[in-house]
């Protein structure tokens, strides 16, 4: 890169024209070029000149291609002819920090101090060391010291808002705002300010701020969601609605996050409109990841079905809530199952209750409502489905008679296998006896009593006609 060619003989013979060269160069990635001009300036001046070493340094420490090696070395001729500019040390720690050598770069900086002990530069560099290192209390006795020192030292001041954001809000915002008392401020800065207005709950002030940032022409849309959050944190779930709408309308899903969708959940579930929740629910789900999450929305999703008595959406989450979920316990398993029979899905509920009986032998639940499913898919008795599961949980409830949802079981099912034995088998005998024992546990039970009165009748009464056949 070259310059016109009609300069005046004595701007380009001046020192600085090449190192304006050089910086033009460097910043081109051209490295050889940028060294020669940087050489023939400090050449020109014998290498004598303190300014003219420092630019050429403070150019290789500062530019991507420089060169911090060869920064260090000019800021040490400099250093010779001026011992007591805390500057240059300054720079020279600079150079030695990009270059990872922090022993160095401490050595450096602690010597401007030495040199100024209220040196803002050198006390700011020196917390950044510390920062790197994750010294919490050094980097933030550093920065202090700095603003101390300069309080228009904006980059300190940044760096303690930074420090402070995650753990003391307010805090991290009184140090924002002398941040943007010293500093050149952009948009980027103004947005955060909003976000602090709103993270410290100033929630008019953050709707001021961001809505002044809206009028502007390109402003950003994620503006819309921080007012949406605002009004909603303000329990005004109408006025959040219409930003987060706006939010949503103006973006690109790439940048949306699950919160975000779980804010619009949220102010749906407020405004009551339960569908709506739903929808964005069935939203969300693509985008988590973690399954631990994952669940918690199908135990929403659920509990939402089973609030409308819609059994079989019900039962699609929880199944999914219970697959291959190691914290999944019992009662999810019942759950499912149970809205699977709600939700007249016999043969599926009768699969899922199997699998509990198999998985939890010991219980009664799983055996008793495998009965019940198969009683449903075998309505006319025909079959016989419902006997053995019934006979299976008859075998443990009679273990514990005093257990009232035990008798009730019991109950339940003598009274169904002496209808099966009754009808199907003809065996009228063994259904007196099972009827016999339903009225031990329910003595007050009319039904039984009166089958019992048939039942008896009509084996007398097949008695008597096999009687009168013998005799004839």
Known sequence: AKLPSTLP????????????????????????????????????????????????????????????NYAVELLDKAIRRDKRNPEL????????????????????????????????????????????????????KYYNETVAADPSFAPAWYNLFYHYYKTDVNKALEYYQRYLQQADVDAADEYQLADLLYLTKQYDAAIRKANSLLAKQDAENRLNKLVGYTYSSMNKPDSALEYMNRYFNNGADTNFLVKDYEMMIGIYDTLGLKDSVVSWYQKILPLVKDDVAKRSYYRKLAEFYGDKKDYRNQATWLGRYYSDNDKATNLDLFNW?????????????????????????????????????????????????????YMAMMERAEQDTSNATNRRYLVEAYGYIAAYTANEKKDYQSAIEYFRKLLALDPANADAKRYIEILERTVKSKTDSEADKGTK
């Open 89 to 140: 040390y300054t720079m020279k720690g600079d150079a030695y920090f990009r270059l990872r050598n922090g022993n160095e770069a401490y050595r450096a900086f602690d010597q401007a101090i030495k040199l100024d002990s209220r040196y803002a530069p050198a006390l700011y560099e020196l917390g950044k060391i510390f920062s790197t290192q994750n010294n919490e209390a050094l980097y933030l």
């Open 337 to 389: 199952g149970l809205a699977l029979y709600q939700g007249q899905q016999y043969q599926d509920a009768d699969s899922v209750f199997t699998y509990y009986s198999e998985k939890y032998p010991d219980q009664v639940f799983g055996f008793y409502w495998q009965a019940r499913s198969k009683a449903l898919i075998d309505s006319t008795m025909e079959k016989g489905l419902a006997i053995p599961a």
């Open 9 to 68: 003989q004595d701007i380009v013979k001046d020192p600085w024209y090449d190192i304006v060269m050089g910086a033009v160069s460097l910043n081109n990635g051209l490295t050889t070029e940028a060294r020669q001009h940087f050489d023939a300036a400090v050449k020109a001046t014998r290498g004598k000149n303190v300014d003219i070493l420092a630019a050429v340094a403070r150019i290789n420490i500062h530019s991507n291609s420089g060169d911090r």
